[in-house]
């Protein structure tokens, strides 16, 4: 009788536990007419890369989960977290924004490594909706990528020549900078302004 008691509680604890790594939180989607549809998407906070592959939304909790590829829809956000589709390598994956505009900066997280069980995040930026796409690597190097991103901006360039240090913070201050200064060129997907509801 205590070994069944026992077992069940194992269980029982196994099945809480996995419903808690997985669970769904308010968001929308962007789907390729422009439309935002407002629901739920599917979260494992313990396996979050799973956000960069594919997402599980629904409208309700009435409604069946339904699958969506990074090709499926023009962007998702959950959790203050936009992601958008974004072609590497003659693939598309689902990368999360960190910088809007006419400089888009974006991070993708890849699949954990014997370095990293977490998975090592990759870097990447364009601009005004070019099909170049360019890794970002925080190193003084990246300074001539820069360089040719800020070629237009005379404050950005001074920016950029005193900055001592390339680093996440740094590049992710002076994109955004560089934004406020210059309005895009041509429309994107924004993220804090959802077409329709």
Do not use: W
């Amino acid at each position: 009788m205590k070994k069944l008691f026992i077992t069940t509680l194992f269980f029982l604890a196994i099945g809480l536990e996995m419903k808690a790594q997985a669970v769904f939180m308010p968001g929308y989607i962007i789907d390729k007419k422009g439309d935002t549809l407002n629901g739920e998407i599917k979260v494992n906070h313990k396996k979050e890369i799973d956000l960069y592959k594919k997402i599980f939304f629904r409208k309700d909790e009435k409604e069946a989960p339904k699958q969506y590829a990074p090709t499926a829809i023009q962007g998702f956000k959950v959790e203050d977290k936009f992601f958008e589709p974004v072609k590497i390598a003659g693939q598309f994956k689902f990368m999360k924004v960190i910088c809007h505009g006419s400089i888009m900066f974006f991070e993708y997280e890849g699949a954990a490594t014997e370095e990293s069980e977490e998975g090592e995040s990759r870097y990447f930026m364009v601009k005004d909706n070019s099909e170049v796409i360019v890794e970002v690597f925080f190193d003084m190097e990246m300074k001539k990528e820069l360089k040719k991103m800020f070629h237009d901006d005379p404050e950005s360039m001074s920016e950029l020549e005193h900055t001592k240090k390339v680093n996440l913070d740094n590049v992710t201050h002076l994109f955004n900078e560089y934004n406020i200064r210059n309005p895009e060129k041509k429309p994107t997907t924004n993220p804090n302004e959802p077409q329709k509801k």
